[in-house]
Structures are given as structure tokens and as C-alpha cells.
């Protein structure tokens, strides 16, 4: 049996070692967590526009953005996200919390490394793709808008 | 048929005293009893994890040494070996003792690979006393291999746990307790497994590969000892050796042990079990050379085994290579 | 005016796009960083072929609040950019309908950075 035959059976062996978990608990929780999530942004930005007249939905839909982010961040710095996000999994990380989280997390961990060259250049290791394709690819949207737009 | 692998030690090193220490959550382990020191707070008055690493290894290799009733300038070396990049913790807390220093990098075959090492100087007569000891901290581990702490992510169900604990032991040329009687050196074994959180299934064929090999040079079967110990395998990693042992013709049945599938439990949802150089260190310096003082083991196999992986060649995609080595422990008759 | 049926729509619709994202972690080991990428371009991918606002009409906050309502800010921002200003505003445009967002998080993670500190993952 040469190598690759034999590492090809191993995996195969340990693929059906590895035990089967309950996806339905996991799946539940990810609805619900991500859907109050959601939920509580709606009530954000429609009790921000009962209150304020002037304000356009758009503002208020930023507002609630931005309130979720502060929520996400205070829950990171205070230790509790991790534990909500170990239960809801992707209910949380989908969520413009994840994002939010995703950066606060960061910086937390690299703050020994300094302030400059810790915190401040790590801030992105995981949240840096996300802005970074979505950048490029909304570049990629505005230009293919312009050629479309040339004829 | 025999290969130098295995080496068979004349003079038998003893080890004379040993120490552990464990973190807050290894307190809930049905093995904390034996643990010599329980910390409440794994931060230990320190201002990082990696400190706290280094403080526990200080800690550790200062207690055994004063276990031993040695002055630690009677220690002719210390061999040591942790997770961080460039084994910092183990450099840095040599540096407090005025000792000779051999670092090692063996990932979580640490422990047994220091003991294996510092078995031949002290058998060769080139040492009288020789400090191994090895740490690691969950901490520290997560934040250099995956993720930010805070981070709010789902571990996979095939992740293991990072123990938080080290262990020092004492090896002389005279002196009472349980003997290192052979060693063998594994050899770097990968088959091919690239999942990073399954570490088990990557270091499971290394450890089939040592014991194979430390079974055929040394004439025995697994029924020859008292007790089996692997390192870190965790409960799949342990049933895949199980199953590759079987396969080749050695069945390993109830003294086989393995210390990350048995040191947390099951309601502490660590899935796999404890993983790192401090589960199988913990284990030893505490549970099973208790054990061995009090005879109720007489004759034991300890194979660490290690995940030799860094970031780097995990995100380049590289599979993860295995290594395992063996000691065994014997009481003299 | 309290609109339930909005409610429902928002609740049911965020859980859905979560739970999506979920199956695919479980099923395929994507790592949740890849999960995020995928959905912000798939948010900008809707908003280009114009289908977002539809989804938005229905669920609002159901979509707008997972990472899907960025990739679709990013897009609409760079299309409105190159209809005002041109090639400019292609570049312009996106990461200034976001700024809001970026900056927040940003300034956040400054904030609580400096006033706490990381912990262990606790026993669970």
C-alpha cells in the first residue's frame, strides 16, 4: 500500500470516527438568537423615528446599526458575548454583532502588545477580510453599473 | 528486525521528585487531588497569559527541585520545552535559574521527550541531576494558534482543550522512587490530516508508529504494563490508536489510559477532551508518579504525543505532521 | 403604530439568513470569518442585480441587520456615487454609506479595549 493510498483510507477512517452531533439544537438556537438580533434593530429604529420627525429611515436604520455595534462591543469587553456566541453560533456572528465583535475581540487580545502595533494593527484580523471583499466587490459592482451605463 | 530507536538504560535515572500545577478549570478534574497546586484565577497576579505560563513553569521547576532537597545549583540541567513561538516561556523562565539550559520544541510530546533526553545524560553518566519540565496555558495557546478569546465563535465537536498546568520532574543518578528504564524516540509521522482542530486524529498514527516500534524492540505486549498513558490524544484520537493498534495485532485493553480524554469532564464541554504539553505533564508529575510511589503501578508506558503544526503551515494548508515518544517507568523490584 | 406582522417578517427572516449560515458552518468547517465574507458579497452581489430592495420592503431589519446589509450599503453606496459622480464616486461611494458602521466599531473596540481586558473562555 503506498502512502497516499494509505493516508486516503485513514482520513476516510477518521471522517466516519468522528462523532455525530445534534445539529437541530445548534440550528434552533442560531434562529432564534439571530432573529431577536434582528428584531431589536427594527425596534430601534422605530422608536427613533416616533421620536424624532425629522429623522429619515435611513438615519434611523444607521442608528440601529450603530446601537448594535455599541451592544456588541460593551458585551465583548465585558466577557459575555463569547458565551452568548458559543450557544447561538452563527445567530450571532451574522448579525452586524459578529462584525462588531469580531473587531472588539481583536483589539482586547492585542492590547498587551502595545496600544500602537497590538491593539490598533490587529483590530482586523478577522473583520479585515469582510470590508475588504466587500469593498472590491462593490467597486466591482459600481463599474460594471458605469459600462452598463455608457450604452 | 531491531532498530536503535529504543534505548535500554543501565543505570536506570530515578525520578526523585516531581511537581504540578493546575489551572481553574483542571480543579474539576477527578485527578485535582493529586494536583500540588490548584490555581484559582489563571491570570496568576500577572499581566498576560504568557506571564502567567512563565510564572507556572518558574513555579513548578522551583518546587520540584526544592522537593528534591537540591539547591537548584546542584541542577546540571534543565530541559524544557513549551507551545509559544520560540519556546519563550521555557527560555525565559530558565532564565531566574543559574542553570544550564537545554530548550526543547516537541509540541506535546514535551514531557516525555525531556524525560527521554535527560534519562540518557544521566544515565551516561555525563549529569547527576536533571530538572525536565514542560507548560502550557489555554490562554496563551488560543490567542497564538486560532482565535481572538472574546472572540464569539463555535468550537468544532472534534476540539480539544488546552490544559492549563505544567509539571516538573527530578531525575538523578541515585536517590529512591519510580526509574526510567527505556526510552524510545518516535519518528515524524504524517498521514495526512490537515483539520487543526483535530489533533487527535493527526497525532494518533505517531503514536501507533512508537508504540509499534517500542513493542517490537523491547519484546513486550501491551499486557506487560501496569498502565498505558498517551499524552493528548483525546477520546477520538484514543479511539483511533485503540483501532490502528488492533489493526496490527496489539490489543490495548483496560490499563490503557489517555490523559486528555480522562483529565476534564464530561459536563465541562471541552468535546475531545485536554490537549497541550501541560496535559500530559499535569497527569504525570501528579496522578500516575503518585501512583507509582505507592506501588500501585509497577510497570508504566508513557507516550506523549505532539502535533508539530504551526500557524503558518496551517493556513498554507499543509497537513500535520505527528510525533510521539515513549518512556517507561519501573519500580525497582 | 406597533406593525406585528413587520415583526414576525424581521424575526423570521434574520433567524433564517442565521440559521443558513449556520448549516453551512456545521456541514462544511467553513470558519465563521469565511461565512462573513461570503454573505457581505453576496449582500453586495443582490444589491447589483437589484433584487436587495425587495427583500428590504419585505423584512427590513430582517435583512439589513445581518452581514448582508453591509455588502448591500457597499454596493448601493458605490452605484449612487457612479451616478452622481462618476468613476469617482465608484470608489467613493461604498465605504462612505458605511462609514457609520466602520467607524462605530472601530471607535467601540477602541473604547472597550482600553477599559477591559480578555478573559478565559469560562467552564461550560
Redesign the interface.
Request: aromatic residues 8%.
Given at each position: 500500500m503506498n502512502k497516499?493510498e494509505?493516508?486516503?483510507r485513514?482520513?476516510a477512517?477518521?471522517e466516519s470516527?468522528?462523532?455525530k452531533?445534534h445539529?437541530f439544537p445548534?440550528?434552533f438556537y442560531?434562529?432564534?438568537?439571530?432573529?431577536?438580533?434582528?428584531?431589536l434593530?427594527?425596534t430601534i429604529?422605530d422608536t427613533l423615528l416616533s421620536i424624532f420627525d425629522t429623522m429619515t429611515p435611513q438615519e434611523a436604520?444607521?442608528w440601529?446599526?450603530?446601537g448594535?455595534?455599541?451592544l456588541a462591543?460593551?458585551l465583548?469587553?465585558?466577557?459575555v458575548?463569547?458565551?452568548?456566541?458559543?450557544i447561538?453560533?452563527?445567530?450571532?456572528?451574522?448579525?452586524?454583532t459578529?462584525?462588531?465583535?469580531?473587531?472588539?475581540?481583536?483589539?482586547?487580545?492585542?492590547?498587551?502588545e502595545g496600544i500602537i502595533f497590538g491593539?490598533?494593527s490587529k483590530?482586523f484580523?478577522?473583520?479585515g477580510?469582510?470590508?475588504v471583499?466587500?469593498?472590491v466587490?462593490?467597486?466591482v459592482?459600481?463599474?460594471?453599473?458605469?459600462i452598463i451605463?455608457a450604452f | 528486525m531491531e532498530n536503535k530507536q529504543t534505548i535500554f538504560f543501565k543505570n536506570k535515572p530515578t525520578i526523585i521528585s516531581s511537581y504540578s500545577i493546575a489551572g481553574p478549570k483542571e480543579s474539576y478534574s477527578v485527578f485535582a487531588p493529586y494536583f500540588d497546586l490548584v490555581l484559582k484565577d489563571d491570570l496568576w497576579d500577572c499581566d498576560s497569559y504568557e506571564l502567567a505560563e512563565r510564572k507556572m513553569l518558574e513555579h513548578v521547576i522551583f518546587n520540584a527541585i526544592e522537593r528534591a532537597k537540591l539547591q537548584p545549583k546542584e541542577i546540571d540541567a534543565l530541559i524544557c520545552g513549551d507551545l509559544l513561538n520560540q519556546i519563550i516561556s521555557s527560555s525565559f523562565a530558565a532564565r531566574r535559574f543559574d542553570v544550564t539550559y537545554i530548550g526543547l520544541f516537541g509540541a506535546c510530546s514535551t514531557m516525555a521527550e525531556s524525560l527521554a533526553v535527560g534519562a540518557c545524560l544521566v544515565d551516561a553518566g555525563y549529569f547527576d541531576n536533571v530538572a525536565c519540565a514542560t507548560a502550557s496555558h489555554f490562554s496563551s495557546v488560543e490567542r497564538q494558534f486560532r482565535m481572538p478569546l472574546e472572540l464569539g465563535n463555535q468550537r468544532p465537536p472534534t476540539a480539544q482543550w488546552t490544559v492549563t498546568g505544567g509539571g516538573c520532574s527530578v531525575l538523578s543518578n541515585k536517590g529512591i522512587g519510580p526509574q526510567i528504564t527505556m526510552a524510545t524516540f518516535g519518528k515524524v509521522v504524517d498521514f495526512n490530516v490537515t483539520d487543526a482542530n483535530n489533533m487527535g486524529a493527526a497525532m494518533a498514527p505517531s503514536a501507533m508508529t512508537t508504540m509499534l516500534v517500542h513493542f517490537q524492540n523491547t519484546k513486550t505486549t501491551p499486557d506487560d504494563y501496569d498502565l498505558i498513558v498517551t499524552g493528548d490524544l483525546g477520546k477520538l484520537g484514543a479511539e483511533i490508536l485503540i483501532d490502528l493498534m488492533e489493526y496490527n495485532g496489539y490489543k490495548l485493553g483496560q490499563n490503557y489510559i489517555d490523559c486528555g480524554h480522562c483529565i476534564y469532564t464530561n459536563e465541562q464541554n471541552t468535546f475531545m477532551g485536554g490537549s497541550g504539553c501541560g496535559c500530559s505533564a499535569v497527569m504525570l508529575n501528579s496522578y500516575i508518579l503518585q501512583k507509582m510511589r505507592e506501588k500501585v503501578y509497577n510497570k508504566v508506558l508513557f507516550i506523549a504525543t505532539g502535533a508539530l503544526l504551526s500557524t503558518t503551515s496551517s493556513f498554507q494548508g499543509e497537513s500535520i505532521p505527528g510525533i510521539a515518544h515513549a518512556i517507561v517507568l519501573e519500580n525497582k523490584r | 403604530m406597533f406593525d406585528l406582522l413587520l415583526y414576525l417578517k424581521v424575526f423570521f427572516v434574520g433567524g433564517f439568513i442565521c440559521s443558513i449560515a449556520q448549516v453551512l458552518i456545521i456541514k462544511t468547517k467553513i470558519t465563521s470569518a469565511r461565512i462573513l465574507v461570503m454573505f457581505v458579497v453576496l449582500g453586495v452581489f443582490l444589491e447589483g442585480v437589484g433584487v436587495f430592495d425587495y427583500l428590504v420592503q419585505f423584512a427590513e431589519s430582517g435583512v439589513t441587520i445581518p452581514i448582508l446589509g453591509f455588502g448591500k450599503a457597499l454596493a448601493e453606496g458605490a452605484i449612487l456615487g457612479a451616478q452622481e459622480s462618476g468613476l469617482i464616486g465608484v470608489f467613493t461611494g461604498g465605504l462612505t454609506k458605511t462609514a457609520g458602521g466602520i467607524a462605530a466599531a472601530v471607535a467601540f473596540a477602541y473604547l472597550f479595549a482600553i477599559i477591559f481586558d480578555a478573559r478565559t473562555k469560562k467552564n461550560m
Open positions: 497516499n494509505r493516508n486516503a485513514y482520513n477512517y477518521v470516527k468522528i462523532p452531533t445539529n445548534s440550528l442560531a434562529f432564534i438568537i439571530g432573529g431577536i438580533i434582528c428584531v434593530g427594527q429604529k436604520s444607521n440601529a446599526s450603530i448594535l455595534i455599541f462591543s460593551l465583548t469587553g465585558l466577557g458575548f463569547d458565551d452568548i456566541g458559543a447561538a453560533g452563527a445567530g450571532t456572528i451574522v448579525p452586524i459578529g462584525f462588531s465583535n469580531s473587531i472588539a475581540s481583536s483589539a482586547l487580545d492585542f492590547k498587551r491593539m490598533c483590530m484580523i478577522v473583520a477580510p469582510v470590508i471583499n466587500g469593498v466587490a462593490s467597486i459592482v459600481g463599474l460594471i453599473y458605469l451605463e | - | -
